[in-house]
């Protein structure tokens, strides 16, 4: 049976209760499932090939980690830093992140599937070559985030920030930006098509495009012309 799912993204399957548990040192390879962590401290440490499924996290320092081809499953992550964290290749599936600081963080080239991602600070985060399937962010500041070339097919951004953000060689077919902030976003005309927006984003999004949008009433000044 498929798990219950919210905007069209399955959420995590969680068991009710989860034993509490207590980290402080990631194992290369090493699996953590069925726990919920709280205040742990983790910053700065570097693993490969660490699962976590069925886990919640709350208020868990993952700074500056370094957690290469990393897999999170069926996971909560809530009001956690992963500033400046390093988690490249790493697969997402059926995953929330809520209320985190992503600054700076850096998923390069990871897989994104059923993962919601809510009112979370990710100024500067680096999203490039990422895939994503069935993804949602929410009221996200992601300003001067990078997402080059990753495929953002049907990715719904919901009053998000995306001032000055990078989509240069993105694929946005079906990718919704109706309600979100889109001032200074570097994207072309290719990338564009497919994309969704809203009637008042239209003559911003020309503008990015070097497009000059007049009304059609405008007139040019009649020319004076002297004897």
């Not at 886990?55 to 700074?63: D, G, H, L, M, P």
């Not at 990393?70 to 995953?95: G, P, Y």
């Not at 009053?159 to 109706?178: I, M």
Request: net charge neutral; hydrophobic share 40%; charged share 25%.
């Amino acid at each position: 049976m498929k798990p219950s799912s919210r905007h069209g993204i399955q959420i995590p399957q969680l068991p009710k209760h989860l034993p509490a548990g207590r980290l402080d040192f990631i194992d290369d390879h090493a699996e953590y499932t069925s726990l919920s962590l709280s205040d742990c401290d983790l910053a700065n440490q570097a693993a490969v090939g660490v699962l976590f499924e069925q886990v919640q996290c709350e208020r868990v320092a993952f700074t500056r980690t370094r957690l290469s081809r990393m897999r999170v499953i069926d996971t909560r992550i809530e009001a956690s830093d992963l500033s400046a964290a390093d988690w490249e290749k790493a697969r997402f599936r059926r995953v929330e992140f809520v209320g985190c600081r992503l600054l700076g963080a850096s998923l390069l080239e990871a897989r994104i599937e059923d993962v919601l991602i809510r009112d979370c600070t990710g100024e500067g985060a680096i999203f490039a070559s990422a895939v994503f399937k069935a993804a949602r962010f929410e009221q996200c500041t992601l300003r001067e985030a990078s997402f080059v070339e990753a495929d953002l097919t049907g990715v719904v951004f919901h009053r998000c920030d995306l001032s000055k953000a990078d989509l240069r060689g993105a694929k946005l077919k079906g990718t919704d930006l109706r309600s979100s902030t889109l001032d200074g976003m570097q994207v072309g005309a290719r990338e564009l098509q497919g994309a969704v927006i809203g009637p008042l984003q239209a003559t911003l999004v020309a503008s990015l495009l070097g497009i000059v949008v007049k009304d059609d009433d405008e007139r040019l000044p009649h020319s004076t012309i002297r004897s």
